[in-house]
């Protein structure tokens, strides 16, 4: 019976990424009920109102936002494949915000890989509050993220924990992203390299 029972302080079972598997788990079901609730009212004729498009875009952008972020921080097996057509349903909904997200790999992922890159595209979302374009590619087994915009937020405190893992100032919860990319690189065994130059931010692993 000890032989089958695992230490809950084992490094390789990673609580904080089971958690947030579980949260995004448990409001994906009354998200897609509202979804669902709204079609019915649409199918049943009743008449389509300013009102009602907002709410079936919010719950639209609600579930694609809770979709990424199962990705970014849930749970991720070493042999887990995600489909492209999966990642696109996902990033679809987002792209349409301030912030176009251009997923330019052609084939599945693997789930670690597609969690690192959606971490790497948040910490790219904060670098870009006044909208821009993040585009993904692959070249052979080499990932590279770009973020173009006419105006980019400098992040001198927050870039080095990606590579580095090293911080010079407090976290806040808006910047988790962060040293969370850290953490899935050096799991998967590989480094995040960045360049900023001018108005574009890559990252590359």
Do not use: Y
């Amino acid at each position: 019976m000890k032989d089958a029972m695992r230490d809950l302080t084992d490094p390789s079972l990673d609580l904080i990424a089971l958690l947030g598997s579980r949260i995004c788990h448990d409001l994906i079901s009354p998200l897609g009920a509202i979804g669902n609730g709204i079609e019915l009212l649409a199918m049943s004729g009743l008449k389509q109102t300013p009102e009602m498009a907002l709410i079936s875009e919010s719950v639209e952008n609600a579930n694609a936002r809770i979709r990424f972020f199962r990705v970014a921080f849930g749970a991720a097996g070493p042999t887990q494949e995600i489909r492209r057509s999966e990642l696109l349903s996902i990033l679809g909904p987002l792209s349409s915000l301030r912030v176009r997200i251009d997923w330019q790999v052609s084939d599945s992922a693997l789930r670690s890989e597609a969690k690192l890159a959606f971490l790497l595209i948040q910490c790219m979302e904060s670098a870009l509050p006044w909208g821009g374009t993040i585009t993904v590619s692959k070249i052979g087994d080499r990932w590279q993220l770009k973020g173009t915009a006419d105006r980019i937020k400098e992040l001198p405190h927050l870039w080095p924990l990606i590579s580095q893992g090293t911080a010079t100032e407090e976290i806040t919860p808006s910047e988790v992203q962060f040293p969370l990319a850290h953490r899935a690189a050096t799991e998967m065994g590989v480094r995040v390299d960045c360049d900023i130059t001018g108005g574009a931010i890559t990252l590359s692993f």
